[in-house]
T-cell receptor, first 118, second 112 residues
Framework: GAGVSQSPSNKVTEKGKDVELRCDPI?????LYWYRQRLGQGLEFLIY????????KSGLPSDRFSAERTGESVSTLTIQRTQQEDSAVYLC????????????????FGPGTRLTVL | QKEVEQNSGPLSVPEGAIASLNCTYS??????FFWYRQYSGKSPELIMS????GDKEDGRFTAQLNKASQYVSLLIRDSQPSDSATYLC????????????FGKGTSLLVTP
C-alpha cells in the first residue's frame, strides 16, 4: 500500500510569510505525528493527533506554529510569519494507533518537506 | 527530560564485518524501542523494533535489548557499503505522551 505522503517536497519562502505543509498518512493509521529536523540535528517532536482526541501540542516551539487534522485523514502544519530559524525538514509520521506496546505504535515517516526561509 | 544517547560516530567498518551500534536511555519506564536508518537527505526508515529483553533477528539485523542496564543495540552482520547511513535509536516512554524520543544518531560508514 501507499506510504505517508507529504507536499510540497521543497518550499522556499521569504521571512515573514506564512507556509502550509501537508501530510497524508497511511490508510488506516489513526495516529499522526509531526517532527522537525534541523540540518545535522536530531528529530524534534512538534505535535501529535489521534483520531478525534485533542492533539498533543506540547512540542510546538511557538504560537506561530499550528496544525490541524480532520478525523483520521490529512493534516496540515501551518507556520505563520516564518523566521530563518524555521528552516528545517518537516517530517510527518503515522502509526496504527497511539502509544502502548507492540507494533501498533511503529511510526512510518513520509519523505519530508524541506523548508528554506530566506 | 527523557534522554536517548548515541555515539555520534562516525563508526567505520570494513565490508563484510559486523557493525555494532549502541543506545542508552534514561528512564526505566520505557516500553518500546526502535531503530531507524536515515540516508543523507532522506527521511528515517524503520528497520527494527524490539519490546522484550533479549535478541530479535531480522535478516542481517539483530536488535538486542537489556532493560536492566537500559541499553539497546543493533548489530549489522556482513555489512555492505549500502548500509552506510545514520542509524537513529528511538524510545517510547509511556509517561511522556505518544511521541518517540530519538537519539541524535550514529553515522556508520562501511568501506569496500
Amino acid at each position: 500500500g501507499a506510504g505517508v505522503s507529504q507536499s510540497p517536497s521543497n518550499k522556499v519562502t521569504e521571512k515573514g510569510k506564512d507556509v502550509e505543509l501537508r501530510c497524508d498518512p497511511i490508510s488506516g493509521h489513526t495516529a499522526l505525528y509531526w517532527y522537525r529536523q534541523r540540518l545535522g540535528q536530531g528529530l524534534e517532536f512538534l505535535i501529535y493527533f489521534q483520531g478525534n482526541s485533542a492533539p498533543d501540542k506540547s512540542g510546538l516551539p511557538s504560537d506561530r506554529f499550528s496544525a490541524e487534522r480532520t478525523g483520521e485523514s490529512v493534516s496540515t502544519l501551518t507556520i505563520q510569519r516564518t523566521q530563518q530559524e524555521d528552516s528545517a525538514v518537516y517530517l510527518c509520521a503515522s502509526s496504527k494507533t497511539r502509544g502502548g506496546g507492540g507494533t501498533y505504535n511503529e511510526q512510518f515517516f513520509g519523505p519530508g518537506t524541506r523548508l528554506t526561509v530566506l | 527530560q527523557k534522554e536517548v544517547e548515541q555515539n555520534s560516530g562516525p563508526l567505520s567498518v570494513p565490508e563484510g564485518a559486523i557493525a555494532s551500534l549502541n543506545c542508552t536511555y534514561s528512564d526505566r519506564g520505557s516500553q518500546s524501542f526502535f531503530w531507524y536508518r536515515q540516508y543523507s537527505g532522506k527521511s528515517p526508515e524503520l528497520i527494527m523494533s524490539i519490546y522484550s529483553n533479549g535478541d530479535k533477528e531480522d535478516g542481517r539485523f539483530t536488535a538486542q535489548l537489556n532493560k536492566a542496564s537500559q541499553y539497546v543495540s543493533l548489530l549489522i552482520r556482513d555489512s555492505q557499503p549500502s548500509d552506510s547511513a545514520t542509524y537513529l535509536c528511538a524510545v517510547y516512554y509511556s509517561n511522556s505522551g505518544y511521541a518517540l524520543n530519538f537519539g541524535k544518531g550514529t553515522s556508520l560508514l562501511v568501506t569496500p
